[in-house]
């Protein structure tokens, strides 16, 4: 190849040369058909394949990734991506920009819902899950953001100051996780900076870390440009491709090599990578629709174990007979996925209150007729011009004022009541503190009259979140009779819920995030900009002060009480945990144990193994978890044994004095179950 052959080779090109057909594609690289290098396609992906609206082409859209997180299961991890990845093979997609597994660190991170946990272990683990299943179509994925990237204000200038230590055991882990157990075939390099440095100018993180320790043996490309970019800088730290590219760009590289500052052997890396993952995603023109009904199936499913019932006080599941009052506009305009690049364009969207009607379950049509006139009203009134904006979902409705009388008609003529409050979150902003993540003034007072008045009638109140994101709980959660977090639920969210409300399904999910008493509880709260830019702050840096106390290490370490715990999450039938067992070896920790099923329907039971290090060494959380799994289902009485291998690289510390891992010697504890402030089972064993 030429020198400008090859500079073009490794710079996406211009939508204006995009072949017809774009299908919300949102890169492409060049083509070099002499050499039989093909045009590769590059399309958004995180909860489904992301589409254009111009188009008639439609993909599934799954639950969010923090609701997939909440399933605990990896297993079920890998068929979502299979069946992603089967649906970007049949529209000529090459790669998946997915899945991004950055840290929650903060309950206001616009993107919370596009990424896993708080924890390294379950973000690492479920993406690679993720990953190996859309791998196994031949397509690739796109791991980001490579590194730090926690918030989006300011995302292209901000300057994250974290400790090596906190960027070793939080910030990496599960990068590193994801890249030794499913090896995907890219990576994506943040916008912001690391400890004064560009990631994407980080020869460091790319080369020494990513590629020399962790063995990467893949692509590693830029985030799609918002910021001026140092190209030389950013092909000599490692990155092998330049998003979504420019003549510029090109240009650059041609005159870097000729002037000396740019290595030629760096630009030939980049080609060969390039090159590289055209073999491996290259399947020729499929031109054929994928069957959504497949999907459908599965996102269904996914709703219904990622749903994590918070309360319960013999409200649910609900009686065969009765009619429901459904209050709450999600509940006839669901928030089905999250806006940005993670909006998907899919077939439909099922509603609660067509679910319930489906079911053949009667809802009050006086509410129905009133919510439904609301929503036709308040959606051409706000704006669905947004729809010309093909990347983005809808902007989501205020909700309704309802007098207090007509509550209290309602809760005469209806035997029960379900209240759905939702919540979007979209990249390139984060959430709000007021009447975002503290309900508005018009939800606390529809949670409150309709408790009051069902209340008076002796009849019961269940309430449905619609989430993208942590929200406040602590307030109000005494008001309903059962709480049931389904997050943003995907297309078939409707029938999940209730399916979930009426014990066709058996909630399993468990919180793979913390819901603090008080936003400010959070150890991050005042190290973010929960204070808007235009306010007069200018956040050009963040400080990790937390360093490695991220959620649940902080609240249960420091007692700090939290409104729902990591690990959290209620069943319709009851488990038994028994016979653990624990042997240390040299290279690895065995431990096993059994689940039992005591309740009286089937279901399944998610755990967690945590790990607490002796003391006397480095300053350790009181507990971090190790390891995670789910159960099949159990049938009543059924047992299940759980056997795990630790590894014992998952004892280790990050020493930043003697910049190494090390492994404490003395006597470690294990505490068995999902739950990190109630263990089910304790184990001991030492490591001399």
């Not at 290098?37 to 394949?49: C, M, Q, R, W, Y």
């Not at 599965?298 to 429901?324: F, I, Q, W």
């Not at 990790?544 to 007692?559: H, L, S």
């Amino acid at each position: 190849m030429t020198l400008e052959e090859k500079a073009r080779c490794v710079v996406g090109i211009k939508r204006s040369d995009f072949p017809p057909t774009n299908k919300g594609i949102c890169a492409r690289t060049a083509p070099f058909p002499s050499y039989g290098i093909p045009t590769l396609a590059l399309a958004d992906g995180s909860s489904g394949v992301h589409l254009s609206r111009r188009e008639k082409d439609r993909a599934t859209a799954f639950p969010s990734s923090m609701a997939l997180a909440s399933s605990w299961d990896t297993a079920l991890a890998k068929e979502v991506g299979t069946v992603a990845g089967y649906e970007a093979l049949r529209y000529n997609i090459n790669v998946l920009l997915a899945p991004g597994i950055n840290i929650i660190r903060n309950p206001l991170c616009g993107r919370n819902f596009e990424y896993y946990s708080e924890d390294p272990v379950i973000a690492g683990n479920i993406g690679a899950a993720y990953v190996n299943g859309v791998q196994g179509n031949g397509i690739g994925t796109s791991v980001k953001h490579f590194i730090c990237n926690n918030q989006e204000t300011n995302r292209g200038h901000n300057n994250a100051l974290v400790s090596m230590r906190a960027l070793r055991e939080i910030y990496l882990k599960g990068f590193e996780i994801c890249v030794k157990e499913a090896s995907p075939w890219t990576i994506m390099t943040a916008y912001n900076s690391l400890n004064g440095l560009p990631v994407q100018e980080n020869p460091w993180l790319i080369s020494a870390v990513l590629r020399g320790e962790w063995g990467y043996d893949g692509l590693v490309m830029t985030d799609w440009s918002i910021v001026p970019h140092n190209t030389a800088a950013q092909l000599h730290a490692g990155n092998d491709l330049f998003m979504p590219g420019s003549d510029n760009q090109v240009q650059d590289i041609v005159e870097g090599v000729r002037n000396g500052r740019i290595d030629i052997a760096d630009l030939d890396r980049a080609c060969s990578k390039v090159i590289q993952l055209g073999q491996r995603t290259w399947h020729g023109s499929k031109n054929k629709a994928p069957d959504l009904k497949r999907g459908a199936s599965l996102s269904k499913r996914v709703a219904c174990e990622s749903a994590v019932l918070l309360k319960n006080e013999g409200m649910l599941p609900l009686a065969a007979k009765g009619t429901a009052a459904l209050f709450g506009v999600r509940s006839y305009d669901l928030v089905a996925v999250g806006s940005g690049s993670a909006f998907v364009v899919c077939p439909h969207v099922i509603q609660l209150i067509d679910a319930f009607r489906e079911a053949g379950i009667a809802a009050d049509a006086e509410l129905e007729d009133l919510y439904r006139k609301y929503v036709a009203f308040a959606s051409a009134d706000i704006a669905y011009n947004e729809k010309i904006k093909v990347h983005i979902g809808l902007p989501l409705l205020p909700e309704l004022e309802l007098r207090r009388s007509l509550i209290d008609k309602a809760a005469e003529r209806n035997d029960y009541a379900v209240i759905t409050i939702g919540r979007t979150a979209e990249e390139g902003k984060d959430r709000n503190l007021q009447d975002d993540y503290y309900l508005s003034d018009t939800e606390k007072e529809l949670i409150s009259m309709v408790c009051e008045a069902f209340h008076a009638k002796g009849k019961q109140v269940a309430l449905v979140l619609n989430l993208a994101g942590i929200i406040e709980t602590e307030t109000w959660k005494d008001q309903p009779d059962a709480i049931l977090n389904v997050w943003l639920p995907g297309q078939e969210g409707g029938t999940a819920v209730c399916d979930l409300l009426t014990g066709k399904a058996n909630p399993s999910g468990r919180l793979a995030v913390s819901f603090p008493v008080d936003y400010f509880d959070c150890p991050s709260a005042y190290n973010f900009p929960f204070e808007h830019p235009e306010e007069g702050k200018n956040y050009d840096f963040t400080d990790y002060a937390e360093d490695i106390y991220v959620g649940y290490r902080y609240y249960c370490t420091k007692g700090v009480k939290v409104s729902y715990p990591f690990g959290y999450g209620l069943s319709y039938t009851t488990f038994e945990y028994a016979m653990p067992k624990v042997k240390a070896g040299k290279k690895s920790v065995s431990v096993s144990f059994t689940v039992r099923n005591t309740g009286a329907v089937p279901g399944k039971e998610a755990y967690g193994i945590y790990l607490t290090a002796p003391s006397g060494g480095l300053d350790k959380p009181a507990l971090e978890l190790k390891a995670f799994g789910k159960t099949r289902m159990l049938s009543p009485g059924e047992s299940e044994i759980v056997r795990v291998e630790l590894p014992a690289e998952a004892f280790a510390s990050f020493n930043e004095e003697a910049g190494e891992w090390q492994i404490a010697r003395g006597k470690y504890t294990l505490s068995i179950g999902a739950e990190a402030e109630k263990p089910r089972l304790m184990m001991e064993f030492k490591r001399n």
